[in-house]
């Protein structure tokens, strides 16, 4: 079945720092490829998101590409603000599968 | 509505008391999906319905676990006889179209379930 596993936190960051949170997947057929974002007491939120092998999504400053090669799909951003401070999870799905989610990351950025 | 609702946003029950879960979709979303996160993990899929029909109920964790969505807007989750392992967080999402066409899901802010 489809499964998704991501970097453990918490992650502690100085403001400007550089981010990166590593997601691997398992899925059968092919599948997309989401980063959610849960701000504190907020909803989850779509970031960003890439439905093909070697597309690069974006948003806000943050970059994920879908390598299927190394069936990954890493978080990146060069400069984190304590604006970012959340819970990052990435999530797949594909075909007529519901969205499946990994354990989240949360991400605290100090001044 | 602007977005995802859901009432209450707290829910103390008693175990072994029923509760219902709300969830006011996005007006026109024609797929619903329910959640369940648990303390410090992920969202996990409960079921999901494309209108008013049930099209996946597979994660539903045991048959204590019920929902409808019977006019393919409101929809409601109930569960009986709460256990304390039901406490966890309880999440709505609604998409504009069927879910095979991966349009983005939109969340509601959760209903915390806390059973005593």
């Known amino acids: 079945g489809n499964s998704v596993t991501q970097m453990e936190g918490p992650v502690t960051l100085s403001e400007e720092a550089f981010l990166t949170i590593n997601c691997t997947y398992t899925?059968?057929?092919?599948?997309?490829l989401f980063w959610y974002v849960q701000y504190p007491g907020e909803g989850l939120q779509l970031l960003l998101k890439?439905?093909?092998?070697?597309d690069k999504g974006s948003n806000k400053g943050f970059e994920a590409t879908y390598r299927k090669e190394t069936t990954s799909f890493h978080l990146e951003k060069g400069s984190v603000q304590v604006s970012d401070s959340a819970v990052y999870f990435c999530?797949?799905?594909?075909?007529?599968?519901?969205?499946?989610f990994g354990k989240g990351t949360r991400l605290s950025v100090i001044a | 509505g602007a977005g995802v609702s859901q009432s209450p946003r707290y829910k103390v029950a008693k175990r072994g008391q029923d509760v219902a879960l709300r969830c006011d979709p996005i007006?026109?979303?024609?797929?619903l999906f329910w959640y369940q996160q648990a303390l410090g993990q992920g969202p996990e899929f409960l079921t999901y319905?494309?209108?008013?029909?049930?099209?996946?109920k597979s994660g539903l964790p045991s048959d204590r676990f019920f929902a409808e969505r019977p006019e393919g807007s409101v929809s409601t989750l109930k569960i009986q006889r709460t256990q304390k392992e039901d406490s966890a967080v309880y999440l709505c999402?609604?998409?504009?179209?069927?879910?095979?066409?991966?349009?983005?899901?939109?969340f509601g802010q959760g209903t915390r379930l806390t059973v005593v």
């Open positions: 999402a609604s998409s504009l179209t069927r879910a095979d066409l991966n349009t983005e899901a939109f």
């Open positions: 899925a059968t057929g092919y599948p997309s």
């Open positions: 890439a439905t093909k092998a070697d």
């Open positions: 999530a797949l799905n594909s075909g007529n599968t519901p969205l499946v």
């Open positions: 007006s026109g979303h024609v797929s």
């Open positions: 319905f494309q209108n008013e029909a049930q099209l996946d």
